[in-house]
């Protein structure tokens, strides 16, 4: 009750015209229906507003489309690009005749994961953190349809660029070809964007916030501070959010896809992990980088399961045109300390209570809620098994001969083998109820109408192979 009176109080206390309510669908996007600020009263606060679910894909047959949004009150902000003052309230979606949380409803699952561990002798919480890379074009053109197909991307850093007319004139500066990585202006055209972007998130309580130049043309990279694992989902939709907002006020796009430059290095969501029991950081002991056994069977955890990881992970036909084999990409399910070049990366740490891992082989395309659920389940499967990691890759692994590479385990190769593991391999998930049989099987079904529709579109590659035959 004490949060509905807050919450009632700050509609009236900050002028809000306009109470948008949001959630997450099972492919990871944003949804949401909006209540004039007048008409919000306690039962709307309390029990939320019903919805199609049907409308959602995914989630309900139209025969029991019925659903409800439900209002999570500790999640709020004013949304900073609305016309009229507008009060957005993340929600969860719940059945409106039990009341429980929807199983097919990704934050639900989020919530339950928490809620589970948080009942575990070996840690009670979880802290996640996220390094987001995207990329930024200035004019975007896609046509598809039947007897058509292409796409065109442009910006004022890509590599075409530099003979492009600008007004008033071409600036000339551009990162150096293979030398992106923390280039500074001029060279990076994107800084004040980001800047901007971090400003807002900062001003949204995202806590520290770090943004540089990604190692492509055209790409950026946004961090922020360590929170639990459905704050920091929440706060990735948030930034995915105000990241296309700030982008187009720019006049350009921003875009989350894995790979959409053939020539230039993909976007992943590093994704770090480190387990809580009261203040004690589980992840921190003695053995190999000062990590505690538990800490190496979580990391077992998820090399074990790490292709039925992929379907949540890396959850789109163009993820794996970023995860190719034998790229400069973390293909091979190995871990070390310090090494980027590592699937599972565990960073310099000066205290215990720094410890953690980094998962390097997500990529932003990812639904936040249902990737740092299946990482965490997949990690405490290694701890209640008592897995080995085997020994540490303290290499470059891109640099491996193909006789040393042969017998390490790998990701998927498609979106089709990472949905086949999750099929064989999804028991994990299903303890303490955190992740249900329905909600995977509508989510595997909802991702191979996904690869359908891309085997089914002939596409400008094949015309260049094909076409004179």
Known sequence: MAEVEAVLERIGREGVRMVDLRFTDLGGRWRHTTIDAASVDREILEHGLMIDGSAVPGW?????????????????????????????????????AAGTGYERDPRSAAARAEAWLARQRIADRVTVGAELFFFLFDDVRVELGSSAAGFRLSGSEGRAAGAQPYHPGNPGHRPHPGAAQLALPPADHMSDIRAELASILVSLGFGRVQHDHGAATLQNRMTFAASGLLATADRVQILKYCAHQVAASYGKSATFMPRPLADEPGSGLAVHQALWRGDRPVFAGQGYADLSPTCLSFIAGIIQHGRALNAFTNPTTNSYKRLRHGAEEPTLLTYAAHNRSAAIRIPYAARPERKRIEVRFPDPSANP???????????????????????????????????????????????????????????????????????????????????????TTPHPVEFQLYYGL
């Open 60 to 96: 309900r047959e139209v025969s029991e489309a019925d659903l409800l949004v439900r209002p999570d009150l500790s999640a709020t902000f004013l949304d900073p690009f609305a016309a009229q003052p507008t009060l957005v309230i993340l929600c969860d979606a719940a059945d409106p």
């Open 369 to 455: 809620y249902l990737a740092f659920t299946a990482i965490l389940m997949a990690g405490l499967d290694g701890i209640e098994r008592k897995l080995e990691p085997g020994d540490a890759m303290d290499r470059n692994v891109y640099d491996l001969r193909p006789e040393e590479v042969q017998d390490l385990p790998t990701v998927a190769r498609s979106l089709d083998e990472a949905l086949a593991a999750l099929e064989e391999d999804h028991e994990f998930l299903l303890a303490g109820e955190v992740m249900s049989a329905d909600l995977i099987r509508a989510y595997i079904a909802l991702k191979r109408r996904e690869i359908e529709l891309v085997d």
